[in-house]
């Protein structure tokens, strides 16, 4: 166990768009900070560490270097994940990655076996099921409000990235695509809520072999699509909680809920009342009803009536509080205790997705060969902030 009253230490390499609201969250947490940052792009990388306060600017290899960082937040390209986390791990450091973990997954056993060799931690986004939607609705099933669980529904639908992101090139190359994408943040989410994943299969397709850049500088620019652009999965449980889901940048619009549980005595619903607020995301409502229901209803009751609809969130983190998994990462550290978004989740979710991209030309399901815990819940708590102690969570 290493020393509370340290400050954690974490070198950023992968200034993109990506990095801003890690450099903006993480100032929120205690006892951790993001003291250097860097990328090939020197010049954005300076651009984000004045915008945010980043005392020290430095090349990737120079952070990695740096026997004064205790960790590597890894937010490089998903082709890039595996080399910077192993550089990371056989200079000493803990590493805490962007999803996907691994585009490779013998390069994620690798990650795991080096962690594990050297004694160092690995986590891995996504992380939104520390927010106060997943956890309440975590708190809601393992209650037994619905029974027990038998299966579960997750439909992600999209018109893709290329309307509001200036360079969507990499979504659409080997190692992109909607499932690789999108997929981590409700697989782990079901995982969480359901424990590991037995076996998968599923059915892909490209809409087209080439689309257009809709915004910023390259406007009208064609890029090429090599993956396919909608996926749909067959999905068994290791407990035996069976489901399925959809995920697509070819959906123009949906009415579809973005992720049920059905159980013996009713159903645990994630909508999309608003627009945006999709699933991969950490705050919003859960709706429940039962058997002894007529309606969509809630536990508890809120005090206005006008919201009978929504379950009150009985956790904190109702905002975009992305970062909070390399927060518990630190206090895991301290502690001496895997984090909640670890590196064996990372692997069993690369693993899951993987075989769901490689059954349609095996012609059936792929069983899966890892497993991973169920991630612990984060304690109930009344604070929304991001001036959290995760050490009061835990």
Known sequence: MSDPAKTFRVGLIGTGRISDIYLKNMKGFSGVEIVACGSLNMDESRIKAAEHGVA????????????????VLNLTIPAAHADISLAALKAGKHVYSEKPFVTDLDDGRRVLELAAAKGLMVGNAPDTFFGGRWQTLRKLLDGGIIGAPHSVSAFVPT????????NPDFYYAKGGGPLLDLGPYYLAAMVFCLGPIARVAGLGRKREASRMIENGPRHGEMMPVEVDTHSLSLIEFESGVTGQMMVSFDVWESETPRLEIYGT??????????????????QGPVWVRTRDTARWTMRPRPKAPADWQVAE??????????????????????????????????????????????????????????????????????????????????
């Open 56 to 71: 020290r600017v430095a090349r990737p290899d120079e952070i990695i270097a740096d026997p004064d960082i205790d960790a």
């Open 159 to 166: 018109s893709g990235v290329e309307r509001h992101h200036p």
């Open 265 to 282: 005595e009713g159903t645990l619903c994630i909508p999309d009342p608003d627009p945006g607020d999709g699933a991969n995301i950490f």
């Open 313 to 394: 969130n009985t956790h904190g983190l109702n905002f975009d509080a992305r970062g909070v998994g390399l927060a518990d990462l630190a206090v895991a550290v301290r502690e001496g205790r895997e984090p909640r978004a670890n590196g064996a989740l990372g692997l069993h979710l690369c693993e899951v997705m993987d075989g769901m991209l490689h059954s349609p030309g095996l012609g059936r399901f792929v069983n899966i060969a890892s497993t991973c815990a169920r991630p612990p819940m984060l304690a109930e708590t009344s604070e929304q902030g991001l001036n959290v102690d995760l050490r009061t969570m835990t």
